[in-house]
């Protein structure tokens, strides 16, 4: 079953908002595992309150950016999984192509739309194969 990779800041987070519950019911929906993805540091981590999430979390930190497809390289290789054992939305383009670039299927994810419906189509499709 394939593992959902979340984007958190402007996807799954809301800032001064905290958790997207539109988008964890939705999430909820699949009994796929989910990591959350972020290049948060500690700062960040604090003030996004991200230590208390849903889901596991995954941080590199800016070291490297999620821009850069190393990122995904060692959150698979930390997981144990392949490009083709995931499914990804994310909100930052330059992330999307960056996952993309190393065989991951990904959305992207319009923040300011926040089309839920879309998001589902992508994952009933994905998460089928």
Do not use: R, W
């Not at 595992?33 to 800016?62: C, Q, R, S, V, W």
């Not at 909100?91 to 670039?101: D, G, P, R, T």
Request: with cysteine; glycine share 4%; charged share 30%.
């Amino acid at each position: 079953m394939k593992t959902i990779l979340v984007d958190a800041i402007n996807a799954f987070i809301i800032k001064g908002e905290g958790i997207f519950q539109d988008m964890y019911k939705l999430l909820e929906k699949y009994p796929n595992d989910k990591i959350i993805l972020t290049g948060a540091n500690k700062e960040e981590m604090d003030k996004f309150n991200l230590h208390n999430l849903p889901y596991k979390l995954f941080t590199l930190k800016h070291n490297p950016e999620k821009t850069d497809p190393q990122y995904c390289k060692t959150m698979l290789n930390n997981y144990n999984l392949k490009a083709n054992d995931v499914v990804y939305f994310e909100h930052n383009i330059e992330a999307v192509k960056s996952a993309e670039s190393i065989g991951i299927e990904t959305l992207f994810y319009n923040k300011d739309k926040k089309d839920l419906d879309k998001l589902k189509k992508f994952l009933d499709e994905t998460l089928k194969n």
